[in-house]
């Protein structure tokens, strides 16, 4: 998050991730999705400060959450043996993508490419918590 902004956003993203992380844990405690949360809770802070600081979403941190946050649900589904959240995010992950970059098409100035990438990764997290008690189940 290097930018020409001073100390104080650093401080802040820093406060925030341990904030989201530690909730990540009261909420998931030690289960087979708390890997996948932990991720998604880190990516989202950082993209959030350097959101607010560049205005823009880094790709080099949007684009390996693909790979690496469904890679995480996929073994948490693996674990606890249950596929259906998967499926279901899977899903949501596709309708809001899809959603969003009908969005950045017809309003080119309003949002950029990241958003929808963001969402529909965030989306398919949070359509594993749609229905379950924070497993895979």
């Given at each position: 998050l290097r930018s020409k902004?001073?100390?104080?956003?650093?401080?802040?993203?820093?406060?925030a991730g341990s904030a989201v992380e530690s909730g990540?844990?009261?909420r998931f405690g030690w289960s087979a999705t708390l890997?996948?949360?932990?991720y998604l809770g880190a990516i989202l802070v950082v993209i959030s400060a350097a959101d607010l600081t560049t205005g823009r979403v880094p790709?080099?941190?949007?684009?390996p959450a693909y790979i690496v946050g469904p890679g995480l649900f996929v073994i948490a589904s693996a674990i606890s043996g249950t596929w259906s959240s998967l499926v279901r995010a899977g899903v949501?992950?596709?309708?809001?993508?899809?959603?969003?970059?009908?969005?950045?098409?017809?309003?080119?100035?309003?949002?950029?490419?990241?958003?929808?990438?963001t969402v529909s990764?965030?989306?398919?997290?949070?359509?594993?918590l749609a229905g379950s008690d924070g497993t895979t189940s």
């Open positions: 902004h001073d100390n104080r956003w650093t401080v802040a993203a820093c406060v990540m844990v009261w890997p996948a949360f932990l790709n080099r941190v949007v684009l949501g992950m596709a309708l809001m993508g899809a959603f969003f970059l009908v969005l950045a098409l017809m309003f080119p100035r309003g949002m950029g490419m990241g958003d929808p990438l990764w965030r989306e398919s997290s949070v359509s594993i």
